[in-house]
């Protein structure tokens, strides 16, 4: 599988739908992340939560489920959402009624991990992956108790999540380090402020996918930098 997946964080469906378009014409790309920020839980809000999406109702989003309308190119791309949102098993369905197989969410985004996993898994039993993301600040420990329900852990490369061209934040390193040597064989992907430069010490540590935005859509060749960065190959590609 291919080590870098490209991140959209859409401000509104248009310009979703313009990023989708770019991405599928790169060739290496098989996984397409869709960050969803619903200004609670991390700001400012990005589309479908952002005030101008939310003047009318039903939705955009709900309207696109309405009409049986599925993300594209589903033969050829795998779509995982990133849901930082306080309700993030509402936010997620709409997401699985277009298409979405992947599923990350934020490990700080719910008081009860134990009931929610549980429901997901009731709910979606085993067609969908489902990840936890950790802030990298976070104490791994929050979740040591369900690594069990879950198929991989994100770690946060920045310090505040919701936007796109952070600084990377070099503390994910130790993150990823310790984590890993405790969990070898559960996959690792690291989001925020990946480059470049730091894309050959996170792929030494076993980092599985490189979760690649800014980087990426502001890149003026994005083909020859994907190209570059999967040089880079993880043996542990999820």
């Not at 600040?137 to 946060?156: G, H, N, R, S």
């Not at 859509?217 to 043996?235: G, K, M, N, V």
């Amino acid at each position: 599988m291919a080590l870098v997946v490209p991140a959209v964080l859409p401000s509104s469906r248009q310009e979703l739908e313009n990023a989708l378009a770019r991405i599928a014409r790169l060739p290496l790309v098989s996984r397409i992340q869709i960050d969803i920020v619903d200004g609670r839980f991390a700001t400012p809000a990005s589309w479908p939560f952002s005030a101008e999406a939310t003047k009318s109702r039903p939705s955009e989003l709900e309207v696109m489920v309405q009409k049986g309308e599925m993300l594209p190119q589903l033969d050829r791309f795998e779509y995982e959402i990133d849901l930082m949102c306080l309700d993030a098993e509402r936010a997620a369905q709409p997401w699985l009624a277009l298409g979405a197989t992947r599923l990350t969410f934020h490990a700080e985004s719910d008081p009860d991990l134990s009931r929610f996993l549980a429901s997901l898994r009731g709910r979606y039993g085993n067609f969908v992956a489902f990840g936890l993301a950790l802030n990298v600040a976070t104490d791994p420990a929050l979740i040591e108790p369900y690594l069990d329900d879950i198929q991989y852990v994100q770690c946060m490369g920045i310090a505040r999540i919701g936007r796109q061209g952070q600084p990377f934040d070099r503390r994910v390193l130790e993150r990823v380090r310790g984590f890993r040597a405790r969990h070898p064989e559960l996959p690792v992907q690291v989001d925020g402020g990946v480059a470049l430069e730091n894309a050959r010490e996170l792929v030494a540590l076993g980092v599985s996918n490189l979760i690649v935005g800014s980087a990426l859509l502001r890149a003026s060749d994005p083909a020859a930098l994907i190209r570059a960065f999967e040089e880079l190959q993880s043996p542990f590609g999820v």
